[in-house]
């Protein structure tokens, strides 16, 4: 497993733009495919979007797609979340999470990731 440290939410207004950072610890970070999820109060933490251990692979749920952008440098052990266009529904904890894969697809479901992040709070006012 790595460790996972999240890092840039904050609060924004509606229409502003954010970026997260997730650093991972280890040597093997990009035998990792990486994931960005988000839990709003009340509700189950749902898949945001994820990136396979190239880069070459992305993935995004239908509500942020247009919007928000994943990528990752591996030379630095980091993913990271850009979130462009925020809107009030978009405030959630968001939480990065790591699967030990090697593969060409991206895995959306948060029971298949090994590691999480302690989450980063995005607030988005109206």
């Known amino acids: 497993q790595v460790q996972l440290v999240e890092s840039g939410g904050g609060l924004v207004q509606a229409g502003d733009s954010l970026r997260l950072s997730c650093v991972a610890s280890?040597?093997?970070?990009?035998?990792?495919?990486m994931g960005w999820f988000r839990q709003a109060p009340g509700k189950e933490r749902d898949f945001v979007a994820g990136?396979?251990?190239?880069?070459?692979?992305?993935y995004y749920a239908d509500s942020v797609k247009g919007r928000f952008t994943i990528s990752r440098d591996n030379a630095k052990n980091t993913v990271y979340l850009q979130m462009n266009s925020l809107k009030p529904e978009d405030t959630a904890v968001y939480y990065c999470?790591?699967?030990?894969?090697?593969?060409?697809?991206?895995?959306?479901?948060?029971?298949?990731?090994?590691?999480w992040g302690q989450g980063t709070q995005v607030t988005v006012s109206s």
């Open positions: 999470a790591a699967k030990r894969y090697n593969g060409h697809y991206v895995v959306t479901s948060r029971h298949d990731y090994d590691s």
């Open positions: 280890g040597r093997t970070f990009s035998s990792y495919t």
């Open positions: 990136i396979t251990w190239s880069g070459a692979t992305t």
